[in-house]
């Protein structure tokens, strides 16, 4: 995990000690479907009230925050449940 200042050198570092490609990694960062992909996700979050993460969408219900997994088990039963 990083700390301190993210500048272009640190996240090369980052990159690079995770084994990511940080060619493609540099070259996905400017490329402007993926800003429109990260602002569509924002505003989508945002007209669901959803303000951190983590955040599922489980069939129709929001979960927000963290849950174990129990509550994933039952929020995904109840989902399958009003499918059917």
Known sequence: QASGDITPASLQAEAKRLG??????ARDMEDPAVKERIDANLALAHALGIQGTPAMVIGEELIPGAVDLNELKRAVTAARARKS
Request: charged content about 50%.
């Open 20 to 25: 990511l490609d940080w060619e493609r990694l």
